[in-house]
Structures are given as structure tokens and as C-alpha cells.
């Protein structure tokens, strides 16, 4: 699909993030203006805060913007809240700092000449200071908002929302089409924040510091005002229409997330359209959050109800027992303890093992005679892996698997989902790790290794449920069940495939597949 085809078929859905992408970036300015303002007269006016209040501004700047989404996840869940208050953090710094170099570089001279006249302290800031300061300031908040839209696509690794939903989506999917049509918008985005900004900034600025004759200076004001308030009403019109828009919940509602592949976003969109069609229930979808642990955190905080997660990653990566591989065992494992620690329920684990494979090129496969991870294990030395972050670290992954077969692999890179297919196209890498339904494994022709030693634990997909939520809807538990046996291996398989290469959006292969199975009318 082409990318003006990809616009022409999501152009809905792209004006939506667009809008809500704008939204969250406004909010965050404006809280930042709020804050970072008087903080800068407050350091201009005490010196002795002054480094302290700098140094912890430079500080949070210098945090990596996921290492602080995922700060804000235990202190305020998911969503669109943590996202604000990580560009707000981030935004902080450029005003603070405009805002007391502003203050701080007046003349002398004219600060006495109003103490002269008579002016309080206070008149001396509104009157004087704050009104010189101000291009210096606006120079601070120009550079506060256009890094605050690019920092916001970050706030859909946490489900707030806005482009960086289409940008992390087709990065997943390998779908570049989804990436441009996320970051393009970003990108212009960005440049309009940047003029209409410069225009405020042109504004405050006092005629006689700005160039050309008093005609055309008059003339260009006239434009500029008249600019910022039709992008002023605009804005309004945007927030006064989508919250007058917005649906409002019944008092039966449930949220339902998932992680950030492709198959728990199929999974997600079908087990919210089954409780829609079936019930009274209104349902939240906040699909795409990140890994484990985001989605089991936002479940146990409740800003989730009701999630898929797959057996084994229970039982070894949330309850940190050692892999095994009696299915039943697991499962029954997770079941009680996951009700006694957490008060969340495990319903019935459905027909497909998405369990851990490693992947290689039909060409490596070949070459070295590959067809078990034990024939891997002769080789490992002399080859370069791209596994996932989540991978890596898990006893049920790389080390696990290390131990279990007896090898070292000679080097390691460690990436996201998606890039490492790209990766192992280009040659970079020689073996990946992969989730047995993956539909880009079809998609790129690749050959996954036989775990021929069995250390992978099973994988069985299965809804988890806070205990209040099905305390609340017991009826869940028995719609939720009819998927149970329609989604095998194959028939997973090829919903992701749809999806990953044939580049259908989720929700559309979900509702599909709903339909040609008579679950939904």
C-alpha cells in the first residue's frame, strides 16, 4: 500500500490523532508556562535557589524521555495523565531559564528610574519587568512547544494517545506507510507551533526593537494578530467540539488493554466488540500500552480491567518461578496465585501457544545446517543475535535458554519488536526471537528453530480480569470463552498476518473474523 493510498483509506483516524495529538501537547505548554514562569521570577528574585532550581530542571531534561514515562507509570498509571506531566517536566527547563535571563539582563538603570517614580516591587515586575523580559521569554515557551510535539508521539507507549500511536504501530508492523503518516503530521505540526509562537514572540516585542518603517510595521502587526486569533478560535473550537463530543460512559463500563504487537491488538478489539454486541457494557479500548509489566502494572492500579496474557510469561516473568513445561501445572500456578497476590482472575486459556521461537533467514538456515536450536548452539559463537529488550531479560529467555542448551552467542544487539526483522533482512543480525504466531515470520519466509531440549514453557494466550471488574460482569467470563477454541496456532497465524503484511488495520481483521464465525451479528 502507498502512502497517499494509506492516507486515503485512515485519513479518519489520522485527523483524529492529529487532534488529539494537539490537544495533549496544549495542555502541556500551557501547564508548563503556568510553572515555569514564576519559578524564573522566583529564582531572579532568590539567589540562593537559583542553582538548585536550574540544576534540577537540567536534570530532568537529561533523563531519557522513556526512562520517564515509565517513572510516571507506578506514580500515576497510564494514559493521558503521565504523558502531560512528562512534557510538562521536560518543558520546564527552556522557560525557567528564558524567563530569569529575561529579568535578569533589564537595565539597571530603568529599574531605578521606577523605584524613582514610586512604583512597588510589585508594580516594578508587572509594569517593567515581566513586560521587557517578555520576547526573552517567548523565545523559552517557542522552544518548550516545538520539542513538547515531538516528545508527545512518546505519550502513546503509555496509551495517551496522539501520532505516535501510527508511528510505533508501523514500526511494529514494518508498515512505513503507518510511520510516515504519524511522523509527517508531527513534523508539520511542529512548524506550526514554531510560527505561530514566533508571531506571539514578534508581538511582545516593542515596535521601535523591530526593523522597517512604522507603515509596514503597523501593517504586519495587523496580520500577525489577526493570524494568532483565528489559530486561537480554531484551538478553542478543537476542545470545546471534542468534549462536547466525546461519548459519554454508561454507568456499566469495563477498559480492556493489551500489550504492543500485533496479536494482543486483534485480541483486544475482539473480546471489546464480543462484550459490546453481547451486553450493555460500554468498553474502553486502551490498546497498544507496551510490554508486561505496563499492562500488569495498569492492571493491578485499575486503570485496566481486563488484558490477555499468556501463560507462561505468568508464571515465570510476573510470579518468577523457573520455566517448566506441564501446561496444566502453569496454568492452575497462575490461576491461584495471581487471585491470592493480586485479586486478579485467569479465565480460560484459549487454543493457541504463542510461545518464544528463534528465527533465522531460510539462507543461515541452510548455510549451517539449521534446524534445531541444539544445531544453533554448535554455531552460536560465531553469530550476531537481535533480541528484544523483554527477551533479554527474562529467565524464561536468553539466559534460560543459554544454561539449558550450553552456548554463548558471540554477540548480542538488543532491539525493539519490529526493527529486528529488518535487521535480519539487511544482515545485520543472524537469529532473532519471535512469538510462534508472529505474522511477519510468514511474511519475511522465515525458519524457526525446534526447541528440541522443550525449555520453553507453554505460551497459552488467557484473559485476565480484576477481581472487583468480574465480581461486577460475571457474564464476561462465559462470552469470553466462545474465541477460546476458534483461535489455534494457524488461525492466529493468519490474523497477524493480514495485519502484518497485507497491512489491514486490527480492528478490521478482528471484527472479520467476529462476523464470519456468527460470534456477532
Do not use: W
Not at 324 to 345: A, F, G, S, W
Amino acid at each position: 500500500m502507498s502512502f497517499l493510498d494509506y492516507i486515503g483509506s485512515n485519513y479518519p483516524q489520522i485527523l483524529s490523532l492529529v487532534i488529539e495529538h494537539l490537544k495533549l501537547t496544549a495542555i502541556s505548554v500551557g501547564l508548563a508556562i503556568v510553572i515555569g514562569v514564576p519559578l524564573g521570577i522566583f529564582v531572579s528574585y532568590t539567589s540562593k535557589v537559583e542553582k538548585t532550581i536550574l540544576s534540577v530542571a537540567n536534570v530532568i531534561q537529561a533523563i531519557p524521555s522513556m526512562a520517564l514515562l515509565g517513572f510516571m507509570i507506578p506514580l500515576f498509571g497510564i494514559g493521558t495523565i503521565p504523558a502531560i506531566v512528562a512534557v510538562v517536566l521536560y518543558s520546564l527547563l527552556p522557560i525557567i531559564k528564558n524567563t530569569y535571563t529575561g529579568i535578569e539582563n533589564i537595565n539597571p538603570q530603568t529599574l531605578e528610574a521606577a523605584k524613582g517614580i514610586g512604583l512597588t516591587p510589585f508594580q516594578v515586575l508587572i509594569k517593567i519587568q515581566i513586560p521587557l523580559a517578555l520576547p526573552v521569554i517567548m523565545a523559552g515557551v517557542r522552544i518548550a512547544s516545538v520539542t513538547a510535539v515531538g516528545l508527545m508521539t512518546m505519550a502513546a507507549f503509555i496509551g495517551a494517545g496522539g501520532l505516535g500511536y501510527l508511528v510505533f504501530s508501523g514500526i511494529r508492523t514494518v508498515n512505513n506507510s503507518q510511520i510516515l503518516a504519524g511522523a509527517i503530521p508531527a513534523c508539520l505540526l511542529a512548524l506550526m507551533v514554531d510560527y505561530l509562537i514566533g508571531l506571539v514572540e514578534k508581538l511582545v516585542t516593542p515596535m521601535n526593537l523591530q526593523k522597517g518603517d512604522g507603515a509596514l510595521k503597523k501593517k504586519k502587526r495587523t496580520i500577525q494578530k489577526a493570524s494568532l486569533s483565528v489559530a486561537a478560535l480554531i484551538l478553542a473550537g478543537i476542545f470545546l467540539f471534542t468534549s462536547a463530543g466525546g461519548r459519554v460512559e454508561s454507568a456499566r463500563s469495563i477498559s480492556i488493554g493489551s500489550k504492543d504487537f500485533t496479536e494482543q491488538e486483534i485480541i483486544g478489539n475482539m473480546m471489546a466488540d464480543l462484550i459490546e454486541d453481547r451486553t450493555d457494557i460500554s468498553v474502553k479500548r486502551r490498546l497498544n500500552l507496551g510490554g508486561t509489566q505496563v499492562c500488569f502494572e495498569a492492571l493491578k492500579n485499575g486503570d485496566i480491567d481486563l488484558y490477555i496474557e499468556y501463560s507462561g510469561t505468568a508464571y515465570t516473568d510476573t510470579l518468577k518461578h523457573p520455566p517448566i513445561n506441564d501446561m496444566d501445572q502453569v496454568y492452575e500456578t497462575v490461576r491461584t496465585e495471581l487471585k491470592e497476590k493480586y485479586d486478579i482472575n485467569v479465565l480460560k486459556q484459549m487454543n493457541f501457544n504463542n510461545t518464544f521461537v528463534l528465527a533465522v533467514t531460510q539462507e543461515t538456515a541452510k548455510k549451517y545446517g539449521l534446524e534445531t536450536i541444539s544445531d544453533l548452539a554448535k554455531e552460536a559463537g560465531g553469530l550476531t543475535s537481535g533480541l528484544t529488550f523483554e527477551f533479554t531479560n527474562r529467565e524464561d529467555g536468553l539466559s534460560g535458554l543459554q544454561k539449558t542448551y550450553h552456548f554463548q552467542l558471540g554477540k548480542n544487539i538488543t532491539l525493539d519488536n519490529a526493527p529486528r526483522y529488518a535487521a535480519l533482512q539487511n544482515g545485520t543480525v543472524d537469529v532473532i526471537d519471535a512469538y510462534a504466531t508472529d505474522g511477519l515470520l510468514k511474511k519475511f519466509g522465515l525458519k524457526s528453530l525446534v526447541d528440541d531440549q522443550k525449555f520453553f514453557p507453554p505460551y497459552f494466550a488467557m484473559p485476565i480480569i480484576r477481581g472487583e471488574a468480574l465480581e461486577k460482569y460475571p457474564e464476561i467470563s462465559a462470552i469470553l470463552e466462545e474465541l477460546s477454541p476458534l483461535l489455534t496456532d494457524e488461525v492466529m497465524r493468519e490474523l497477524n498476518y493480514k495485519v502484518d503484511e497485507l497491512q489491514e488495520t486490527p480492528s478490521k481483521v478482528a471484527l472479520e473474523f467476529l462476523k464470519e464465525h456468527k460470534l456477532i451479528s
